[in-house]
């Protein structure tokens, strides 16, 4: 098993910045993949950034140029740094971890709004 504990979201001026944190632990050996996914109201959650243990990145189109996700192994921690924020980022915004034997696992959402 393991577990995820996020941090770090809040209210924001559009146009400021958020750092998110998520701090795994458990089986942490077992996790290839974190990252963050959102959920805004009446809609259903979509990815936002993944990272895998050697470092390789995706981002959904909508955050490519304005969110960075980075990954400290030895701390077992993801972060999700979102500069340039819009209202349309308002979201829950969950931490994602999946096992090399593909098992999500997710953390109980951080809430990000983004006011205009």
């Known amino acids: 098993q393991v577990q995820l504990v996020e941090s770090g979201g809040g209210l924001v001026q559009a146009g400021g910045s958020l750092r998110l944190s998520c701090a795994a632990s458990?089986?942490?050996?077992?996790?290839?993949?974190m990252g963050w996914y959102r959920q805004a109201p009446g809609k259903q959650r979509e990815l936002v950034a993944i990272?895998?243990?050697?470092?390789?990145?995706n981002y959904a189109d909508s955050v490519k140029g304005r969110f960075i996700i980075s990954r400290d192994n030895a701390k077992n921690t993801v972060y999700l740094q979102m500069n340039s924020l819009k209202p349309e980022d308002t979201a829950v915004y969950y931490c994602n971890a999946r096992s090399f034997t593909m098992v999500n696992y997710w953390g109980q959402g951080t809430q990000v709004t983004v006011s205009s």
């Open positions: 458990g089986s942490i050996f077992s996790i290839n993949v």
């Open positions: 990272i895998t243990k050697s470092s390789s990145t």
